[in-house]
T-cell receptor
Framework: KAGVTQTPRYLIKTRGQQVTLSCSPISGHRSVSWYQQTPGQGLQFLFEYFSETQRNKGNFPGRFSGRQFSNSRSEMNVSTLELGDSALYLC????????????FGPGTRLTVL | GEDVEQSLFLSVREGDSSVINCTYTDSSSTYLYWYKQEPGAGLQLLTYIFSNMDMKQDQRLTVLLNKKDKHLSLRIADTQTGDSAIYFCAESGNTDKLIFGTGTRLQVFP
Protein backbone atom coordinates (compact mmCIF):
# COMPACT_ATOMS: atom_id res chain seq x y z
CA LYS A 1 0.00 0.00 0.00
CA ALA A 2 1.45 3.37 -0.97
CA GLY A 3 2.17 5.81 1.81
CA VAL A 4 1.33 9.48 2.07
CA THR A 5 2.82 11.40 -0.84
CA GLN A 6 3.61 15.08 -0.94
CA THR A 7 4.56 17.24 -3.91
CA PRO A 8 6.77 18.99 -4.57
CA ARG A 9 9.50 17.76 -2.23
CA TYR A 10 11.51 20.97 -2.44
CA LEU A 11 10.48 24.50 -3.31
CA ILE A 12 12.25 27.85 -3.40
CA LYS A 13 10.19 31.04 -3.47
CA THR A 14 10.78 34.72 -2.84
CA ARG A 15 9.08 36.98 -0.34
CA GLY A 16 5.63 38.11 -1.40
CA GLN A 17 4.96 35.13 -3.64
CA GLN A 18 2.40 32.46 -2.93
CA VAL A 19 2.80 28.71 -2.90
CA THR A 20 0.56 25.64 -3.10
CA LEU A 21 1.57 22.30 -1.61
CA SER A 22 -0.15 19.03 -2.35
CA CYS A 23 -0.79 15.92 -0.27
CA SER A 24 -2.22 12.57 -1.35
CA PRO A 25 -3.28 10.45 1.64
CA ILE A 26 -3.05 6.70 2.02
CA SER A 27 -5.82 5.01 0.04
CA GLY A 28 -8.97 4.86 2.16
CA HIS A 29 -7.86 7.56 4.58
CA ARG A 30 -10.31 10.43 4.79
CA SER A 31 -8.63 12.70 7.32
CA VAL A 32 -5.67 14.87 6.34
CA SER A 33 -3.73 17.14 8.68
CA TRP A 34 -0.93 19.61 8.00
CA TYR A 35 1.98 20.53 10.24
CA GLN A 36 4.82 23.03 10.02
CA GLN A 37 8.25 22.06 11.32
CA THR A 38 10.91 24.69 12.01
CA PRO A 39 14.07 24.57 14.16
CA GLY A 40 12.77 27.36 16.37
CA GLN A 41 9.12 26.42 16.87
CA GLY A 42 9.27 22.67 16.34
CA LEU A 43 6.21 20.85 15.01
CA GLN A 44 3.07 22.93 14.94
CA PHE A 45 -0.42 21.97 13.82
CA LEU A 46 -1.82 23.97 10.91
CA PHE A 47 -5.21 22.44 10.12
CA GLU A 48 -7.13 19.21 9.65
CA TYR A 49 -9.64 18.23 6.99
CA PHE A 50 -12.17 15.44 6.95
CA SER A 51 -14.64 14.83 4.12
CA GLU A 52 -13.75 18.16 2.51
CA THR A 53 -14.48 20.11 5.71
CA GLN A 54 -11.94 21.88 7.88
CA ARG A 55 -12.47 20.46 11.35
CA ASN A 56 -9.67 22.10 13.26
CA LYS A 57 -7.27 24.98 12.78
CA GLY A 58 -4.03 25.93 14.52
CA ASN A 59 -2.79 29.39 15.45
CA PHE A 60 -1.53 30.55 12.11
CA PRO A 61 -2.39 33.75 10.23
CA GLY A 62 -5.00 33.81 7.50
CA ARG A 63 -2.26 33.65 4.87
CA PHE A 64 -2.26 29.93 5.51
CA SER A 65 -5.22 28.13 4.00
CA GLY A 66 -6.12 24.70 2.81
CA ARG A 67 -8.73 22.57 1.21
CA GLN A 68 -9.60 18.95 0.63
CA PHE A 69 -11.07 17.41 -2.49
CA SER A 70 -13.65 14.66 -2.83
CA ASN A 71 -10.90 12.07 -3.37
CA SER A 72 -9.38 13.13 0.01
CA ARG A 73 -6.36 14.75 -1.59
CA SER A 74 -5.50 18.01 0.11
CA GLU A 75 -3.71 21.21 -0.76
CA MET A 76 -2.41 23.98 1.43
CA ASN A 77 -1.70 27.48 0.23
CA VAL A 78 0.48 30.18 1.72
CA SER A 79 0.06 33.66 0.30
CA THR A 80 2.37 36.66 0.61
CA LEU A 81 5.29 34.54 1.72
CA GLU A 82 7.57 35.75 4.51
CA LEU A 83 11.09 34.62 5.35
CA GLY A 84 9.74 32.97 8.50
CA ASP A 85 7.57 30.65 6.42
CA SER A 86 10.67 28.68 5.47
CA ALA A 87 10.01 25.26 6.96
CA LEU A 88 9.31 21.61 6.37
CA TYR A 89 5.58 21.18 5.76
CA LEU A 90 4.31 17.77 6.71
CA CYS A 91 1.04 16.15 5.81
CA UNK A 92 -0.50 13.30 7.76
CA UNK A 93 -3.44 11.06 6.97
CA UNK A 94 -5.57 8.76 9.05
CA UNK A 95 -8.29 6.20 8.45
CA UNK A 96 -10.68 6.64 11.30
CA UNK A 97 -12.86 9.56 12.04
CA UNK A 98 -10.94 10.32 15.19
CA UNK A 99 -7.63 9.58 13.41
CA UNK A 100 -5.73 8.05 16.28
CA UNK A 101 -3.05 6.63 13.96
CA UNK A 102 -1.66 9.37 11.81
CA UNK A 103 0.85 8.52 9.10
CA PHE A 104 3.11 11.22 7.76
CA GLY A 105 4.44 11.95 4.32
CA PRO A 106 8.08 12.90 3.61
CA GLY A 107 7.27 16.61 3.67
CA THR A 108 7.81 19.58 1.40
CA ARG A 109 10.86 21.69 2.18
CA LEU A 110 9.96 25.32 1.47
CA THR A 111 12.69 27.94 1.36
CA VAL A 112 11.69 31.61 1.14
CA LEU A 113 14.41 34.00 -0.05
CA GLY B 1 -2.55 25.14 27.82
CA GLU B 2 -1.29 22.00 26.19
CA ASP B 3 2.42 21.38 26.49
CA VAL B 4 4.68 18.40 25.89
CA GLU B 5 8.27 18.36 27.11
CA GLN B 6 11.23 16.12 26.36
CA SER B 7 14.92 16.17 27.12
CA LEU B 8 16.91 17.28 24.11
CA PHE B 9 19.65 14.71 23.86
CA LEU B 10 20.46 11.10 24.77
CA SER B 11 23.61 9.17 24.02
CA VAL B 12 23.85 5.39 24.47
CA ARG B 13 26.22 2.59 23.59
CA GLU B 14 25.19 0.09 20.94
CA GLY B 15 23.50 -2.92 22.54
CA ASP B 16 22.35 -1.01 25.62
CA SER B 17 18.77 0.02 26.31
CA SER B 18 17.62 3.58 25.62
CA VAL B 19 14.92 5.29 27.63
CA ILE B 20 13.39 8.48 26.27
CA ASN B 21 11.10 10.42 28.58
CA CYS B 22 8.24 12.80 27.98
CA THR B 23 5.87 14.80 30.19
CA TYR B 24 2.60 16.37 29.14
CA THR B 25 0.13 18.71 30.73
CA ASP B 26 -3.22 17.94 29.09
CA SER B 27 -5.09 15.66 31.49
CA SER B 28 -7.67 14.93 28.80
CA SER B 29 -5.11 13.33 26.48
CA THR B 30 -6.65 10.34 24.77
CA TYR B 31 -3.74 8.89 22.82
CA LEU B 32 0.00 9.30 23.26
CA TYR B 33 2.41 8.59 20.45
CA TRP B 34 6.05 8.09 19.66
CA TYR B 35 7.38 9.14 16.27
CA LYS B 36 10.87 8.79 14.82
CA GLN B 37 12.44 11.24 12.39
CA GLU B 38 15.62 10.53 10.48
CA PRO B 39 17.56 13.31 8.72
CA GLY B 40 15.71 14.72 5.73
CA ALA B 41 12.70 12.49 6.29
CA GLY B 42 9.15 12.76 7.55
CA LEU B 43 7.83 11.27 10.76
CA GLN B 44 7.56 7.52 11.21
CA LEU B 45 4.91 6.32 13.64
CA LEU B 46 6.61 3.88 16.02
CA THR B 47 3.85 3.12 18.47
CA TYR B 48 1.01 4.68 20.42
CA ILE B 49 -0.81 4.00 23.66
CA PHE B 50 -4.37 4.66 24.68
CA SER B 51 -4.68 6.68 27.88
CA ASN B 52 -6.35 3.85 29.81
CA MET B 53 -3.31 1.61 29.34
CA ASP B 54 -0.18 1.49 31.51
CA MET B 55 2.15 -0.33 29.18
CA LYS B 56 2.47 -1.46 25.60
CA GLN B 57 5.20 -3.66 24.15
CA ASP B 58 6.01 -4.00 20.48
CA GLN B 59 9.14 -6.01 19.67
CA ARG B 60 12.10 -3.93 20.94
CA LEU B 61 9.87 -1.04 22.00
CA THR B 62 8.18 -0.69 25.38
CA VAL B 63 5.95 2.27 26.20
CA LEU B 64 5.13 3.09 29.81
CA LEU B 65 2.43 5.56 30.78
CA ASN B 66 2.02 7.06 34.24
CA LYS B 67 -1.20 8.97 33.86
CA LYS B 68 -1.12 10.33 37.41
CA ASP B 69 2.25 12.01 36.81
CA LYS B 70 1.49 12.66 33.11
CA HIS B 71 4.72 10.89 32.21
CA LEU B 72 5.38 8.78 29.13
CA SER B 73 8.52 6.84 28.32
CA LEU B 74 9.84 4.86 25.37
CA ARG B 75 12.34 2.09 26.02
CA ILE B 76 14.31 0.72 23.08
CA ALA B 77 15.97 -2.59 23.88
CA ASP B 78 19.29 -3.59 22.28
CA THR B 79 19.75 -0.16 20.70
CA GLN B 80 21.39 -0.21 17.28
CA THR B 81 23.16 2.48 15.25
CA GLY B 82 20.12 2.52 12.96
CA ASP B 83 18.08 3.78 15.89
CA SER B 84 19.99 7.08 15.82
CA ALA B 85 17.34 9.70 15.05
CA ILE B 86 15.11 12.30 16.68
CA TYR B 87 12.22 10.87 18.68
CA PHE B 88 9.06 12.88 19.20
CA CYS B 89 6.43 12.33 21.82
CA ALA B 90 2.94 13.59 20.90
CA GLU B 91 -0.48 13.66 22.45
CA SER B 92 -3.98 14.12 21.14
CA GLY B 93 -6.66 15.37 23.48
CA ASN B 94 -10.24 16.19 22.73
CA THR B 95 -9.43 17.06 19.13
CA ASP B 96 -7.59 15.16 16.42
CA LYS B 97 -4.62 17.49 16.33
CA LEU B 98 -1.30 16.26 17.63
CA ILE B 99 0.70 18.30 20.12
CA PHE B 100 4.37 17.42 19.76
CA GLY B 101 7.26 17.63 22.15
CA THR B 102 10.54 19.27 21.19
CA GLY B 103 12.09 15.96 20.23
CA THR B 104 14.95 13.95 21.75
CA ARG B 105 18.02 13.36 19.61
CA LEU B 106 19.25 9.81 20.23
CA GLN B 107 22.86 9.13 19.36
CA VAL B 108 24.08 5.54 19.41
CA PHE B 109 27.83 4.96 19.52
CA PRO B 110 29.69 1.68 18.95
Amino acid sequence: KAGVTQTPRYLIKTRGQQVTLSCSPISGHRSVSWYQQTPGQGLQFLFEYFSETQRNKGNFPGRFSGRQFSNSRSEMNVSTLELGDSALYLCASSFRDRGHEQFFGPGTRLTVL
Amino acid sequence: GEDVEQSLFLSVREGDSSVINCTYTDSSSTYLYWYKQEPGAGLQLLTYIFSNMDMKQDQRLTVLLNKKDKHLSLRIADTQTGDSAIYFCAESGNTDKLIFGTGTRLQVFP
